[in-house]
């Protein structure tokens, strides 16, 4: 989330309107992907995107979305380098 809300991540997003940007959840990656996400971002194939939600038992594990089959998994949340996709809200 830091990373949406950072200086980087507003330059990324170009300060489009007044909406506030922040991780997809676990439940918005995956239905992204039955929308074909990965066909039509570039990029989104050969890279995993954390996501804002979190193990319900264990919040050193966050779920991340699998660019290259479409799949949401856990990745451990120690600064792993996995990317970010923000959207707006």
Known sequence: EAACKSDEGKA??????????GL???EEFQAA??????????N???RWF???SVRPDNSAHAFV???YN???GLGYRDGS?????CVGR
């Open 70 to 72: 479409g799949d949401v």
């Open 81 to 85: 380098i996995v990317s970010v996709c």
């Open 33 to 42: 992907e039955k929308n074909g996400v990965i066909e039509v971002v570039p």
């Open 24 to 26: 997809p959840s676990k």
């Open 44 to 46: 989104m194939r050969d």
């Open 12 to 21: 990324a997003n170009a300060q489009i309107g007044e909406k506030a940007f």
């Open 50 to 52: 954390w996501s804002a």
């Open 65 to 67: 979305f699998l660019g």
